[in-house]
């Protein structure tokens, strides 16, 4: 089992505050012979007849003593999972999942705003102060 990362319950709670229902924790995906973790797997129930939104989370705390780096893990994390997402449920999407004042700091400089600008990221901001999210981006299908 991988290491949890810092917010991970902090995010889990966040996400149940927000109405979504925690399906894994960690999220398990098969490819070829290798297993990946993502750090957890969620969903959220629309209306009856459009069915379920499903997300996959990974975590980031950013807390390391080289910024760069953990942007360069989590960008290929967030890539891989999505392909591998794409074939094996392809109605779940991966969000990378950003405590506020990582965002707010290192997503406002040019390094991190490469990953924004990325065709086909997603991520979510949360607060770890009061435990909720404040921002999607792009906003969650609900």
């Not at 506020?100 to 406002?108: A, G, H, L, P, S």
């Amino acid at each position: 089992m991988a290491a949890k990362d810092f917010h991970d319950d902090t995010v889990k709670t966040a996400l149940i505050k927000d109405s979504w229902t925690i399906t894994d924790d960690p999220l398990v995906l098969r490819i070829g012979i290798r297993n990946v973790l993502v750090d957890m797997g969620a969903e959220k129930l629309i209306a009856a007849e459009r069915g379920a939104t499903k997300i996959a989370v990974e975590v980031k705390s950013f807390m390391s003593a080289s910024l760069v780096n953990e942007l360069e893990k989590a960008w290929g994390q967030f890539f891989l999972y999505s392909r591998i997402l794409k074939k094996q449920d392809s109605l779940r999407q991966i969000y990378l999942a950003v405590e506020r004042n990582v965002f707010e700091t290192f997503f406002k400089q040019e390094v991190g705003q490469l990953l924004l600008e990325e065709p086909g990221f997603r991520l979510f901001i949360f607060d770890a102060k009061i435990e909720e999210i404040i921002e999607w981006k792009p906003q969650v299908n609900s």
